[in-house]
């Protein structure tokens, strides 16, 4: 009978060493971007996506158009060749749209906004299609995002 009740201890003790190396491992971090709500154990293998968002409202004219520049010292050049940069422009609430983007005005014309990548700083440029009497952006939003 004590055989029997040892041999027991010991594959409970085997069974929950069995179960306890069966966790899942993977990201914890619900900030990050491969959270795994299935993993019980970090692994430290998180990946986070940087960001930078503001309003640009100091739009110069370089006749026919407009352009400003944001500045973002996180923005390498290594970043920049080796990475996905996505600048985007809208608002949390109406939702973000890719640059480059042409977009209809009044139906009558269009609106382009280019970007230019460099080390520190984005570039863009506002393009009407009318190139008569081009509107001034005003305040918008704009995203980078750094995959």
Request: aromatic content about 14%.
């Amino acid at each position: 009978m004590r055989k029997y009740k040892y041999l027991f201890i010991i594959g409970l003790g085997i069974a929950f060493l069995g179960l306890q190396s069966c966790r899942k491992i993977g990201c914890t971090d619900s900030t990050a971007e491969n959270y795994s709500i299935y993993a019980q154990k970090d692994d430290n293998s998180c990946i986070y996506k940087k960001s930078f968002t503001t309003i640009v409202n100091d739009w110069e004219f370089y006749d026919p158009h407009f352009g400003a520049t944001i500045f973002w010292a996180e923005l390498t050049q290594d970043i920049i060749d080796n990475s996905v940069v996505q600048v985007s422009i809208g608002n949390d609430f109406d939702g973000w749209s890719i640059l480059p983007l042409t977009f209809p005005q009044d139906g009558t014309y269009s609106t382009t906004i280019e970007v230019v990548l460099s080390a520190g700083r984005v570039d863009l440029t506002w393009i009407d299609s009318d190139l008569v009497q081009p509107n001034e952006p005003g305040n918008r939003q704009f995203k980078i995002i750094i995959n």
